[in-house]
């Protein structure tokens, strides 16, 4: 075979692979991710899709390349291996062309990274404010009240469940108390890292009420019926970080006024959802907890302050035994 025609059989190879992967635009058709519940999710779940058919072709591609030199040069009584300097046009594709595939990649990613990298979405109406503070070993929110600002008297808080209406921006504002922790909504496809001293930016559009989350299916096999998003910490954070979880609650705009009301919500489900904590309903520890938060942004303070019991924001607190 000429070098020409086997160059030739490589381009005509790329094309192939590059028009099958279009192919995977669709979200999740194999089922491998997490339930999508969110549009960001779908977008992500195609980019995934299509990385993945370009990998698993051109691994099928030469490993099948690899068996068949395996055989067509395998040791042959009466025949003399010849030795060879290679084929610097074959050389030049197979270097190009991989070269292209990643330039095609960057290039058709950047726009979805430019979306879910930024402070805000592009389409912003009517989005919810809620601050996400991530500490050894849980996760608490704090919302603004009626007055729309943060730190005031009006503020609600929750730990371990954060609530949010359907269809609606969440624009999230990320803290670290302590050490590194990551924010991860699998359903949503969004993740981000929670720094100390850092404030970070992460958004995420729900557009699927969680009681209508598909059914799990355990280990044995059976279907286990879940009203609840996952939030789990991504990033190792200490002794407790596998037990670092909290629950997404996506519900309707009226479910979500009156939670932020206080009042009591019951999901279809029977699931009744914790009501958010006010200012000066707060207790042990967490009323130290949100109060000191200032210390992270003191520059003066070198050290992230000691949440756990005998640290120097608790009453009883009598100084390191150091």
């Given at each position: 075979m000429s070098s020409r025609a086997l160059a030739l059989r490589w381009s005509c190879a790329v094309a192939v692979l590059v028009a099958a992967a279009t192919t995977a635009l669709a979200s999740d058709p194999w089922g491998l991710f997490p339930e999508s519940a969110s549009l960001e999710a779908d977008r992500v779940d195609g980019l995934t899709y299509l990385i993945l058919w370009i990998t698993g072709i051109t691994l099928v591609g030469v490993q099948v390349?690899?068996?068949?030199?395996?055989?067509?040069?395998?040791?042959?009584?009466?025949?003399?291996?010849?030795?060879?300097?290679?084929?610097?046009?074959?050389?030049?594709?197979?270097?190009v062309a991989p070269a292209a595939i990643l330039v095609f990649l960057a290039l058709y990613q950047m726009g979805l990274w430019k979306d879910l990298k930024?402070?805000?979405?592009?389409?912003?109406e009517n989005a919810v404010a809620v601050r996400i503070y991530a500490k050894q070993f849980e996760w608490m929110f704090r919302y603004p009240g009626p007055d729309a600002q943060f730190d005031t008297a009006d503020d609600i808080f929750s730990n371990k469940t954060l609530v949010v209406p359907v269809n609606h921006p969440v624009n999230a504002e990320l803290r670290a108390m302590d050490v590194i922790h990551s924010f991860y909504l699998p359903n949503m496809r969004f993740k981000q890292d929670a720094v100390p001293g850092l404030h970070g930016r992460i958004w995420f559009r729900p557009n699927k009420l969680s009681i209508d989350r598909k059914p799990l299916r355990s280990s044995r096999g059976a279907e286990v019926k879940v009203d609840y998003f996952d939030i789990v910490c991504a990033e190792l954070c200490g002794s407790q970080h596998t037990t670092m979880a909290a629950k997404l609650y996506v519900v309707s705009d009226d479910e979500f006024a009156k939670w932020q009301k206080g009042d009591e919500v019951t999901l279809a489900s029977g699931t009744k959802i914790p009501r958010p904590s006010r200012t000066d309903a707060l207790q042990s520890p967490y009323d130290f907890i949100w109060s000191t938060w200032a210390m992270q942004d003191d520059l003066k303070v070198v050290a992230p302050p000691k949440w756990h019991k005998g640290g120097p924001f608790y009453p009883d607190y009598k100084g390191d035994e150091e």
């Open positions: 390349c690899m068996l068949w030199f395996l055989w067509a040069y395998r040791r042959k009584d009466g025949v003399r291996a010849k030795h060879t300097h290679g084929n610097h046009t074959v050389e030049m594709v197979w270097t930024s402070s805000k979405p592009g389409d912003n």
